[in-house]
C-alpha cells in the first residue's frame, strides 16, 4: 500500500465526479491516496453517496489552520537557505509595472506558503509522494514543496497548457512523471516543451465508472410521436456553447419535432454568474416550456436522466476529453457533440456518434434530427460507443496507470 496525497484545486467541485471515480478505484486497487486541495470550493459540488463516508476527509491548504503554522514555518525555513532555486523555480519576472510586479510577488508569497503547508501535511501523513490533477497552481504548489523537502511530485494534463497559466517549464521540469490525457494533447505539448519533460510520460485517458453507468433497462429510440427528450449535462459556462444548442432546439421544433432539453450543471457562481445568460437565451427563443434546468445534481440524478433520454447533446467550444460524454455513452443514448479538443479521440463519428463543428448550430440542427429520425441507426451507435467505453474508457484504466507509476 503507498499513502500519497492526491491534490485537485478547489476539491469537490461540481465537475470533479471523475476524481471522485479514480480515487475509489485507487483505494479498490490497494493504494491509499488521500485528498487535498488549495480551498474549499467557491461552487460546492453534488457528491455521490458513497463518497461520503468511504474516503479520507480532505485537507483544505489555505487559509491555513492555527495548528498548522509552525508546522508549515518549520517546512519553509530551510528553503530560505536556497534562493535561488525557489526564485528560478517562482516563475517571478521583472515588471515595469510597480503595482503588477507588487501583486506577482504577494501572489507568489501565497503559492509559496501553500507550499510550506502542503510539504509539512506531506511529513505528518507520512506521504511518499503528491500526484496533482492540474498544471496551474496547484502545480505550483507543488513545487514549492518538492523543493522545500524533497518530496516528490506528479502532474496530469487535462487541456491545453495556454489554460493552466505560466512557468509549466519548472513544473514539469520537476516531476517525477506526467500523465496527458489524450495522444492529441500530448504531441501539442511536446512541441511547447521540448526539453522540459520528464522522462516519463504516459496518456491515460478519464474514464468513468462502468458497472454504475449501466442500464437498468434497454435504449428506446424517440418514435416519431410524443416529446423527444435531449439531455446536456455540463456547467453552465460560455465555454459549453449552452446558447447554440438552444438555438439548434429552436431549429428543430420548427420542423414539427416536439423536443424538450433538460441541461444538468450550474454556473461557477451557484446560479448567480453565466446561468442568467442561459435562462434569457431560452426566454427570448420562446423554449421556456421545453427547457429544463436542473443547476447541479447528484450522480444518480444524472443516471437516471440518461435512462429518460432519447439524445444526448454537448455542444462545447472547448473540450479536453468529456466525462459527461462518457457517462453518455456508457448508458447507450446516442451522442451529438462537437470537435472541439479531445472529443474526437471518444467518439467517431457515424460510427458511437455524431459529432459537428464548434459553435455551428445549422449542423447541430441537422445532426440532432437526422439522429431522432433514425432510430435503428442511434440504437447502433449507441450500443458501439458502449463497447467502446469498456474497451478503452474505464476510469479503472487510469487508476491503474496511476498507481503503477507511483
Known amino acids: 500500500m503507498t499513502r500519497f496525497g492526491y491534490l485537485v484545486p478547489e476539491f469537490p467541485g461540481q465537475t470533479h ?37 468511504g474516503l479520507p476527509e480532505t485537507k483544505f491548504l489555505m487559509p491555513p489552520s492555527p495548528k498548522s503554522v509552525s508546522g508549515s514555518a518549520k517546512s519553509a525555513l530551510p528553503g530560505l537557505h536556497h534562493l535561488a532555486p525557489l526564485a528560478e523555480a517562482s516563475g517571478l519576472r521583472r515588471q515595469s509595472n510597480p503595482k503588477a510586479m507588487a501583486r506577482d510577488v504577494l501572489r507568489t508569497a501565497g503559492l509559496f506558503w501553500a507550499g510550506a503547508e502542503l510539504a509539512h501535511h506531506a511529513h505528518t501523513r507520512g506521504w511518499s509522494h503528491i500526484h496533482v490533477h492540474s498544471c496551474a497552481d496547484s ?13 516528490p ?3 496530469t494534463l487535462h487541456g491545453p497548457l495556454s489554460d493552466y497559466g505560466p512557468n509549466q517549464q519548472q513544473k514539469w521540469r520537476n516531476a517525477k512523471f506526467s500523465i496527458v490525457i489524450t495522444e492529441k494533447l ?55 456553447g449552452h446558447i447554440e ?18 441541461i444538468a450543471g450550474e454556473d461557477d457562481h451557484g446560479g448567480k454568474g453565466y446561468r442568467a445568460a442561459v435562462e434569457r437565451a431560452v426566454t427570448e427563443r420562446g423554449l421556456t416550456p421545453r427547457v429544463t434546468l436542473l443547476g447541479a445534481v447528484p450522480e444518480s440524478r444524472i443516471k437516471a436522466e440518461l435512462e429518460n433520454a432519447h ?96
Open 17 to 53: 465526479a471523475f476524481f471522485w471515480r479514480e480515487l475509489k478505484a485507487l483505494m479498490d486497487l490497494g493504494q491509499h491516496p488521500e485528498p487535498v486541495s488549495t480551498r474549499r470550493p467557491r461552487q460546492t459540488g453534488i457528491t455521490p453517496p458513497w463518497a461520503q463516508d
Open 139 to 151: 502545480a505550483q504548489v507543488a513545487l514549492f514543496a518538492h523543493l522545500l523537502t524533497g518530496i
Open 153 to 155: 511530485y506528479s502532474l
Open 186 to 240: 500530448l504531441n501539442e505539448t511536446r512541441k511547447q516543451l521540448d526539453g522540459f519533460m520528464p522522462a516519463n510520460v504516459e496518456v491515460a485517458p478519464m474514464g468513468v465508472e462502468l458497472a454504475a453507468f449501466t442500464r437498468a433497462a434497454p435504449y428506446i429510440p424517440w418514435q416519431g410521436t410524443g416529446p423527444a427528450r435531449i439531455f446536456s449535462c455540463g456547467r453552465l459556462n460560455p465555454s459549453k
Open 245 to 262: 444548442l438552444l438555438s439548434a432546439l429552436r431549429s428543430v421544433v420548427d420542423t414539427g419535432v416536439e423536443a424538450v432539453l433538460t
Open 311 to 406: 439524445l444526448f447533446a454537448l455542444a462545447s467550444h472547448e473540450e479536453p476529453l468529456g466525462v459527461a460524454i462518457m457517462e453518455a455513452m456508457a448508458m447507450q443514448v446516442p451522442i451529438v457533440a462537437t470537435s472541439a479538443g479531445g472529443v474526437p479521440d471518444l467518439v467517431a463519428s457515424g460510427h458511437t456518434g455524431t459529432l459537428v463543428e464548434p459553435g455551428n448550430s445549422n449542423q447541430l440542427t441537422a445532426a440532432i434530427l437526422n439522429t431522432l429520425h433514425s432510430p435503428s441507426q442511434a440504437t447502433a451507435m449507441g450500443q458501439r460507443a458502449r463497447l467502446r467505453l469498456e474497451e478503452s474508457y474505464d476510469v479503472r484504466a487510469s487508476a491503474r496507470a496511476l498507481a503503477a507509476l507511483i
